[in-house]
């Protein structure tokens, strides 16, 4: 699967606050094998939001986790726009979060908090342990949570736990700090199979100079295949290297 995140609010962007999700988030993704493939921070557009819902939804292999905007103000576009990316537009009054507004906020419910209860047609709900107005989800893969860490920490882990506990894809990695500059190593980055991640980061540190290659596949062979073209390219031409990130060892 392939992970979104999408972290609305404008005030992120004109840096009255800071973003708390991400970094959250992706400890979490990591910790069961599954990396981002793209993360956004936008303003409170409902255009712009739609857009963006629209690009992620366009990956068939795609899990979105989006931060913000299911509030009851008038700044808070999410439920719409995502009713209007992934329903046609079809909403409905949820009666499981209409039945958690009224236990919590009683006759204060009315006239502006019970709007959080209409959702996007047939969303499933997440449970919020602070407030315990719900976040909700479509399809058993796009997620939509507060803007509030508090809230939002505890439905990511509930979201994770029951769809996406663990990646099953095994993925095996190898690792090398060549004393080269990047340019010397391109045609063998070239050369790489396509069906295997490849990257390169050039590092300064002071007076060292290094790059940093790292391959990796779902098979020890292959990665082992691919990973010895820069050994080989290495030793072929007396350039220093070092099996492993010599920012980690300390070298």
């Not at 857009?51 to 103000?73: Q, R, W």
């Not at 808070?76 to 079809?90: E, I, L």
């Not at 860490?149 to 439905?155: L, Q, R, V």
Request: hydrophobic letters at 40%.
């Amino acid at each position: 699967m392939n992970f979104y995140s999408v972290i609305i609010g404008t005030e992120l962007l004109n840096g009255r606050r800071k973003d708390a999700h991400f970094a959250f988030l992706n400890e979490q993704l990591l910790k069961r094998g599954w990396i981002h493939k793209g993360s956004f921070i936008i303003k409170d557009e409902p255009e712009f939001i739609e857009n963006t819902f629209k690009l992620i939804k366009s990956d068939p292999k795609s899990v979105m986790f989006s931060f913000g905007g299911i509030g009851a103000t008038p700044d808070d576009y999410t439920r719409v726009c995502s009713a209007n990316v992934f329903t046609s537009g079809d909403m409905e009054i949820n009666k499981g979060v209409e039945e958690a507004i009224l236990d919590t906020f009683g006759k204060e419910a009315y006239p502006h908090r019970i709007n959080m209860a209409t959702l996007p047609l047939n969303a499933s709900l997440l449970k919020n342990v602070v407030t315990n107005v719900p976040g909700y989800y479509l399809e058993d893969r796009f997620f939509f949570v507060p803007g509030f860490p508090a809230m939002a920490k505890a439905m990511i882990v509930e979201a994770l736990d029951k769809h996406y506990m663990k990646n099953d894809i095994e993925e095996f990695r190898l690792t090398l700090s060549a004393y080269s500059s990047e340019n010397n190593l391109v045609d063998t980055m070239k050369s790489i199979s396509s069906d295997v991640d490849m990257s390169s980061l050039p590092i300064i540190d002071g007076d060292k100079r290094y790059t940093v290659i790292s391959i990796g596949s779902d098979t020890k062979e292959k990665t082992q295949i691919e990973f010895d073209k820069f050994v080989n390219y290495c030793e072929n031409n007396n350039i220093k290297y070092v099996l492993k990130d010599i920012r980690e060892s300390k070298i």
